[in-house]
């Protein structure tokens, strides 16, 4: 049974930091990521990695965002720097299947409040 399991979400203070994890088992992973959906709106991408470790973000969280991975591990990591309240949302963990890059896992989704 495929698994990702996200930690590392709660309320932080603007300009404060915060260091998402998502651990994955259960199968063989490809590219894994980051997404996020505030109130009211889509689910938008935050980032990307590959198992050689090119990233991809969103324009809105380039110099912001670090996202990272362990492959021994199966685990990917996102690093949140200088957070601002619009960056308050839920944050999924997401992983393609190596086998079907077709297929695709989420997590349950982590909060991330950013308030005074």
């Known amino acids: 049974q495929v698994q990702l399991v996200e930690s590392g979400g709660g309320l932080v203070q603007p300009g404060g930091s915060l260091r998402l994890s998502c651990a994955a088992s259960?199968?063989?992973?490809?590219?894994m990521g980051w997404y996020r959906q505030a109130p009211g709106k889509e689910r938008e991408l935050v980032a990307t990695?590959?198992?050689?470790?090119?990233?991809n973000y969103a324009d809105s969280v380039k110099g912001r965002f670090t996202i990272s991975r362990d492959n021994a591990k199966n685990t990917v990591y996102l690093q949140m720097n200088s957070l601002k309240p619009e960056h308050t949302a839920v944050y999924y963990c997401?992983?393609?299947?190596?086998?079907?890059?077709?297929?695709?896992?989420w997590g349950q989704g982590t909060q991330v409040t950013v308030s005074s």
């Open positions: 997401n992983a393609r299947s190596a086998l079907n890059p077709f297929l695709a896992y």
């Open positions: 259960g199968s063989l992973f490809g590219i």
């Open positions: 990695i590959t198992t050689g470790g090119s990233t």
